[in-house]
């Protein structure tokens, strides 16, 4: 590697590190965030992996940008090292530079290099897998280390992304369609690989088993494959069209062109048939399922490594031998280089006198929580000093709530596992937020004595609320000897706080919510009414705040708060 290729590196890691502790985190990150202040084993749509990242970012850093983002400018990096130690393996170092500049110059790679999401730990480690696959099939039919190294890769990009396990596919691609490498069927190398890749699937498997397999249906129902089929070019086109944006026009018609020409070639050069065919299947499989409804452009972000490698081999060749190409091939980089730039400060378009919205920004996610947070937690101190009661606070989708939850002055957690802010009550399980504390859950008696113990101030409420705990718990659940302590515990509960729904004549399946009685506020950035949960959740619900957040004198956001009075729970 030259010198020049390693001060860009090195200079792009910094400015990557600079620019991502100056931004604010996109409502994801902070929603990851949340998944990495309680661990798991998986999580309702992922794995364990972009939760492990953060948390070991902010364990360094504290909760922060700097703390949250810290991996994914490395994880750049390193996915640009292995692009060039591949290209260079296959074609030399000269198209391993410009495969390196050109996926440093793409905008969705320069993105995926300042926020950190999956794609940021995708793309790295489907990276080190096609390296490792590749050095294992060198080493044929000897076996080596490589094998089972590709297979721990696969699989730590599996708990990052569960698309990266299509590797294996391709893995099995491409041996069974080259004649000399299908008796690595027969060989220990490849079912070794498979057996390494199988421990990763342990902690998701085992997580799912005990919650319904929810990962299983939120996927299908992410990939539309949980409705009837439907057949929609248009949906397939805009697929496409996306891609064009977010790679940069001139970039993704050149992949598009590295592509064809990969096919091609892919019939005499094992090379590029390798590349291609570790490609293929996702690019397939995503334009299958966007027939029917468009997906996301980083859906596919893991197949533009070999692709990029292609591409480069394409143009490369080409412009030797003509100069179009070359014209060409130096401006696609230098409209990605200009089009990373903006994306990373839209505000540089508003500058020149562009009048681009907010609206149709998608930097605009970057923008605003945190003045949000601050006047949310200044309102709720107001209400709380004018009424004396303590407010718990509800978002209307789980990006607001985790914005809010990150930047909130004073992160209030009601009980042990509930999150700061609040997603609204559903008997379905939408998202992490469901499998978390929630404020409609039930809990007996003695449960919420348990709970409501620190907050109480009173000394003669406390001794009591302790008393009747202690003598309760002096018997076996379901013992008639037990019935006059639990009526004593309910009666110290309602001597705090009269409006639970207790009665000291009540059964033994009696369950109470903690959260009966009490106000909330409602945060929305939305222009519609409160959902049903929350107006059917709550005696009364009413406007008290509205404000739009601007931006160079653009509107940004606007965020309304209800007062929501005496909760009761949503009517089954």
């Keep these: 590697m030259n010198r020049g290729l390693i001060i860009f590196l090195l200079l792009i890691t910094g400015l990557r590190l600079f620019l991502g502790s100056q931004m604010e985190v996109l409502p994801d990150e902070a929603y990851y965030y949340q998944w990495s202040q309680r ?87 489907w990276a080190a897998a096609l390296w490792s696959v590749w050095m294992a099939l060198e080493r044929s039919p000897r076996f080596s280390g490589f094998w089972p190294l590709a297979g721990a890769l696969i699989g730590l990009g599996f708990l990052a992304k569960y698309t990266n396990a299509i590797e294996l596919l391709s893995v099995a691609l491409v041996m069974g369609l080259t004649p000399k490498l299908r008796r690595e069927f027969a060989r220990p190398g490849f079912w070794v690989m498979l057996g390494v890749f199988a421990l990763a699937m342990i902690p998701p498997l085992v997580w799912n088993a005990t919650h319904d397999w929810i990962t299983v249906e939120h996927l299908r129902a992410r990939g539309g494959l949980n409705s009837k089929f439907g057949f929609h070019p248009e949906e397939l086109l805009v697929f496409i069209g996306i891609h064009f944006g977010v790679y940069s026009p001139l970039i993704f018609a050149g992949m598009l062109g590295g592509l064809w020409w990969g096919w091609r070639e892919a019939k005499t050069d094992f090379r590029a048939r390798y590349l291609l065919l570790f490609a293929l299947p996702l690019l397939v499989m995503y334009c299958a399922l966007s027939i029917k409804q468009a997906g996301e452009a980083n859906w596919t972000s893991p197949a533009f490594v ?32 200009t089009l990373s730039l903006l994306l990373v400060n839209t505000d540089v378009a508003r500058r020149l006198g562009i009048p681009w919205s907010y609206e149709a920004d998608p930097g605009a996610r970057l923008r605003g929580w945190q003045t949000v947070a601050i006047a949310v937690d200044d309102l709720r101190h107001k209400i709380e000093k004018e009424t004396g009661k303590p407010l718990f606070l509800i978002a209307n989708k789980y990006q607001t709530a985790s914005s809010l939850s990150f930047y909130l002055p004073e992160k209030r957690v009601d009980s042990p596992g509930h999150p700061p802010v609040y997603y609204p009550e559903s008997q379905a399980i939408e998202n992490q937020y469901s499998l978390w504390g929630r404020y409609d859950e039930m809990v007996e008696p003695a449960e919420l004595a348990r709970l409501m113990l620190p907050k109480v101030t009173d000394p003669v409420q406390r001794e009591a609320l302790i008393a009747a705990l202690k003598g309760l718990e002096a018997f076996k659940p379901g013992d008639p000897k037990g019935t006059e302590a639990r009526r004593g515990l309910i009666r110290a509960l309602l001597a705090i706080n009269p409006a639970l729904p207790l009665d000291e004549y009540a059964s033994e399946e009696l369950n109470v919510s903690l959260f009966h009685g009490r106000d909330a506020l409602f945060i929305s950035d939305l222009s519609r009414r409160p959902p049903r949960a929350i107006t059917a959740g709550f005696e009364k619900v009413e406007l008290i705040a509205q404000w739009e957040e601007t931006r160079r004198g653009m509107p940004l956001r606007l965020i309304r708060v209800f007062a929501c009075h005496n909760y009761r729970s949503l009517p089954l």
């Design 306 to 337: 070999s692709l990029g490698i292609l591409t480069v081999a394409f143009w490369h060749g080409l412009a030797k031998r003509n100069v179009a190409a070359r014209r060409f091939a130096v401006t696609a980089l230098a409209l990605g280089l």
């Design 39 to 125: 661990l798991d084993w998986a999580y309702y749509s992922k794995g364990p992996g972009v939760a492990t990242a953060i948390r070991a970012g902010t364990a360094l850093f504290g909760p922060s940008e700097l703390g949250v983002r810290f991996l994914s400018p490395w994880l750049a990096l390193g996915s640009s090292l292995l692009i060039f130690g591949m290209a260079r393996r296959l074609y030399g170092e000269s198209v391993a530079t410009w495969a390196v500049l050109m996926m440093n110059l793409t905008p969705i790679f320069n993105v995926g290099g300042l926020v950190m999401t999956i794609d940021a730990l995708s793309i790295f480690f």
